[in-house]
Nanobody, 119 residues
Framework: VRLVESGGGLVQAGGSLSPSCAAS????????MSWYRQAPGNQRELVATITSEGNTNYADSVNGRFTITRDNDRSTVYLQMNGLKTEDTAVYYCKADVRPSVGPGLEVWGQGTLVTVSS
């Protein structure tokens, strides 16, 4: 099972980006899918989470600006980021809580996608 992210990049402050993250492999189901971020010199922090039922939770710093959605048929999670600020600059990682076809549940991380917001 692996996660592949795409959609990061360079954008000016106030702009928008919409990275996505697709899971592949022998997957029976995926419960929660999340986005985390890590800025240079900082610890990795939770940005947003979405359950398989579509319930969402956001960090206070992005609430009202970012929207997390998922397509269960495609095993893909999206993060619509609007009103970007320079402090949103970070490597963004997705995480999925996966029940594979065989074996115990797994916590799977993507490789990260860089988001840079310029002033």
């Amino acid at each position: 099972v692996r996660l592949v992210e795409s959609g990061g990049g360079l954008v000016q402050a106030g702009g928008s980006l919409s990275p996505s993250c697709a899971a592949s492999g022998s997957i029976r189901s995926i419960t929660a899918m999340s986005w985390y971020r890590q800025a240079p010199g900082n610890q990795r922090e939770l940005v947003a989470t979405i359950t398989s039922e579509g319930n969402t939770n956001y960090a206070d710093s992005v609430n009202g600006r970012f929207t997390i959605t998922r397509d269960n048929d495609r095993s893909t999670v999206y993060l619509q980021m609007n009103g970007l600020k320079t402090e949103d600059t970070a490597v963004y990682y997705c995480k999925a809580d996966v029940r594979p076809s065989v074996g115990p549940g797994l916590e799977v991380w993507g490789q990260g996608t860089l988001v840079t917001v310029s002033s």
